[in-house]
Structures are given as C-alpha cells and as structure tokens.
C-alpha cells in the first residue's frame, strides 16, 4: 500500500487473523536479542528445598547475639547477597564428621520478623535444625531462678499474648508447644550428660574465671517487653507452668513457623531456642549484660550441636 502521509508510520497492522511473533523486534530502532535471559540473583550458597540440607540455620535478633554466634561458630559472610539477604555459614567439626552452620539476623525484634527469618534460612539453605540464640530475661522463684549470665535451653514455647478482654479485665489464653521429638531427646541427652543444671565458664572478657549454669525450662514468649516483677504477664505464666524459666519476644513465632509448616513432615526442620539471661525481667532491667548473655548462649549452642547431629 502507498505511504503518501508526510511522515513515517513504524508498526505492525492486522486485518483479521491470528499473528504469532517470536525473537523478533519490530518498529524503528528495534533490536532483538535471542540470548538466554539473565539469571536471577544466586550463589553458589543457596540452595532450595530440592537441594541438600544445611545442619543447622541459627536466627539472632540483637548485634551483640549475631557477633557472638559467628565469633562462636566461626562463620564468614557469603560473598555477595543471597536472595538480596546477607548469611553468615561456615563448617565446624562435630566429633569426627563436620556440620554445615548458617546464621541470620531478623530485620527486627518480635514475632513476625522472627517467622520471616525462619523462611528465609529455609528457602536458601533448608537447614534441618532451626535454633533461636540470644538473650532473653531470666524468671522464676528461689534457687531455681536463673542469674544474670544463665542460659535457658527450651524445647517448649508458651505464647502468652492470646487473651479476652472483658469489663472484669482481661483473660489470658496461653498456646503451647513442643519441639520435635528427636530435638527434645537430643536436648535430654545434653543434660543427662553435662547435669541439671549444667556449667559453663563466662564467655565474655571479665567472666572468664566465673561459672554459670544451663538449665532446660520452657520458654514464655509474646509482644510485651517483660521489665517489671509484679508484671500480670509473670503471673500469668507463673500459673500457667511454674517451671516457666525466661521470657523473650520471637520463640512464639519459631514455634508457629514449625506448626504451620509441619505440613510437610520430611523437610520441615526441627527447633530449639537457646536464651542467655541479660536482665530479670524487673525494674532494674538493663543492657549491660547483653553481651555476657549472647556469649554464654552462643557457646551452649555450639555444644548443643555435637547433640542435634
């Protein structure tokens, strides 16, 4: 057809039919390229729930608790991003055969973040053992009450924040759940071996003369930060398990992470939350034993892991 417009038309024209296009370009100044396309975003680190499983993915939440595990695990971050995330891995020997070892820091403090970490460890590494380290505030009545510097080892989560609020207060309904149980037995095993409660010497400048006990106890978590000793919340997991030892702020969502993906038996991984004891969860709650705490808990980790194999 003749072109008399005083200007160019650039473009494709259809009068009826079906036109299929492939690896062409078309119109003025098109190119087309038939290379493969680019590939996503990957390392030689990542792997997906088809490929071989880490042994152990450790989620932290603080600076001090992410330094301490790669301090205490001897990890390296991975060269580059994976997934647009940054992991720190590493290999450790455990007896006579090494186990592969991941760690990541959630973007916040709390439930939610803590549920995103865990995917986020499972998508790129699916390690077998996911295991929450840090710290956390130490609760309890007596000898038994674990001090500044304790570690608290929890197989068990007790997720307080469900509640009904009527014109008479409030009314707690606290949700619990257990680890899996080759986790709880590897965790029995530990103590049997080391005693209950077991030792440790301090782990951070200024405590290395000094010991500190290790004790097995289920763990309250929830949204509330815990800083007062008449705190409704103590009472209530106090009635609830009085063998309650520590209080923190994302065990629930590593618990709830296990449950809802425990639709898948053979990947879903196991769990177990370590907490060094940084405060008492009173008035006097502070910072300045975060890194005692982080220390402490990163080293009962490491020796959980000889167990967890």
Not at 232 to 238: D, H, K, P, T, Y
Request: charged share 25%; with cysteine.
């Amino acid at each position: 057809m003749k072109n008399d417009a005083p200007f160019n038309v650039d473009g494709v024209a259809n009068f009826g039919g079906v036109n299929t296009f492939t690896n062409n370009a078309i119109g003025h100044g098109a190119v087309s390229n038939n290379g493969p396309a680019p590939a996503a975003e990957e390392t030689a680190a990542s792997h997906t729930a088809d490929g071989p499983r880490w042994d152990l993915g450790i989620i932290t939440i603080l600076a001090e608790e992410a330094r301490a595990v790669h301090n205490a695990f001897e990890l390296e971050w991975v060269p580059g991003k994976v997934g647009g995330l940054f992991f720190g891995t590493g290999e450790i020997s455990v007896g006579d055969r090494s186990a592969s070892v991941v760690a990541t820091r959630t973007h916040a403090q709390g439930q939610r973040s803590a549920m995103a970490a865990c995917e986020h460890l499972r998508r790129h590494y699916d390690p077998a053992v996911l295991m929450l380290v840090g710290v956390g505030g130490g609760i309890g009545r007596g000898d038994d009450a674990p001090d500044l510097g304790d570690v608290v080892v929890g197989t068990r989560v007790v997720f307080y924040e469900l509640r009904k609020e009527t014109s008479d207060g409030t009314i707690r309904r606290g949700e619990e759940r257990e680890a899996p149980a080759e986790v709880v037995h590897a965790v029995n095993t530990y103590f049997t071996v080391n005693g209950e409660p077991a030792s440790l010497p301090g782990q951070a400048d200024g405590f290395r003369e000094s010991a500190f006990r290790i004790f097995p106890s289920p763990i309250g978590s929830g949204y509330a930060v815990v800083a007062d000793e008449e705190s409704e919340i103590r009472s209530f997991l106090n009635s609830f398990n009085d063998k309650i030892l520590a209080v923190d702020m994302e065990a629930g969502g590593l618990s709830q992470y296990w449950q809802e993906n425990s639709v898948d038996p053979v990947r879903n991984p196991g769990w177990v939350v370590v907490r060094g004891v940084s405060d008492r969860a009173d008035r006097n709650k502070r910072d300045a034993y975060h890194d005692l705490a982080a220390r402490n808990a990163a080293h009962v980790a490491r020796e959980l892991l000889h167990y967890l194999r």
